[in-house]
Antibody, heavy 120, light 106 residues
Framework: EVQLVQSGAEVKKPGESLKISCKGS????????IGWVRQMPGKGLEWMGI????????RYSPSFQGQVTISADKSISTAYLQWSSLKASDTAMYYC?????????????WGQGTLVTVSS | DIQMTQSPSSLSASVGDRVTITCQAS??????LNWYQQKPGKAPKLLIY???NLETGVPSRFSGSGSGTDFTFTISSLQPEDIATYYC????????FGGGTKVEIK
């Protein structure tokens, strides 16, 4: 089965670091771009950035550049989203997504989401 | 930077009604426009890609049209299971989502 499986929910304090993961299976992980999408509580979808695991080419939305780091380990078919110092405003659901070969930047495959809660 | 204006932000319609959502880009994005459905507590689901192409397995009551700066998403006959929030998403350079439209049953 083709799927993206994300790591579990996290509860952290402001200032702590965090790395969440997204494991792809059932397809060639190095051949598809993997992106990250943020959804703050009760709000809409925000595009964060994307990585091509084949060569680690990474692009960020200007809003998230310098705020997070996207990486991938192709040996274990896993992409990551990490923070060095969390803020309360990072509280959100985070989805990883796989870009389709067809369609212009469309995303059919979504992870189940990782809820990150940052609270003192 | 391209801006996406999606309207309305919410709507209420009866079962069987025709529902229309619009998305306007601040500059020409050709047909680089996709539509997603998100039900409460679930990940979004792709419905329409490249403005008017129906994703495999998506019911034919969903459709999309438009090109350039103005796009329309239509549900031809609203069903109870269509209660969700719908998002447009452009892909001209980096992806950008519209603000969403919450669809409720009247």
């Amino acid at each position: 089965e083709v799927q993206l499986v994300q790591s579990g929910a996290e509860v952290k304090k402001p200032g702590e670091s965090l790395k969440i993961s997204c494991k792809g299976s059932g397809y060639s992980f190095t051949s598809y771009w993997i992106g990250w999408v943020r959804q703050m509580p009760g709000k809409g979808l925000e595009w964060m950035g994307i990585i091509y695991p084949g060569d680690s080419d990474t692009r960020y939305s200007p809003s998230f550049q310098g705020q997070v780091t996207i990486s991938a380990d192709k040996s274990i078919s896993t992409a990551y989203l990490q923070w060095s110092s969390l803020k309360a405003s990072d509280t959100a659901m985070y989805y990883c997504v796989r870009r389709n070969y067809y369609g212009s930047g469309s995303y059919s495959l979504w992870g189940q989401g990782t809820l990150v809660t940052v609270s003192s | 930077d391209i801006q996406m204006t999606q309207s309305p932000s919410s709507l209420s319609a009866s079962v069987g009604d025709r529902v229309t959502i619009t998305c306007q880009a601040s500059q020409d994005i050709s047909n680089y426009l996709n539509w997603y459905q998100q039900k409460p507590g679930k990940a979004p689901k792709l419905l329409i890609y490249d403005a008017s192409n129906l994703e495999t397995g998506v019911p034919s009551r969903f459709s999309g049209s438009g090109s350039g700066t103005d796009f329309t998403f239509t549900i031809s006959s609203l069903q109870p299971e269509d209660i969700a929030t719908y998002y447009c998403q452009q892909y001209d350079n980096l992806p950008l989502f519209g603000g969403g439209t919450k669809v409720e049953i009247k």
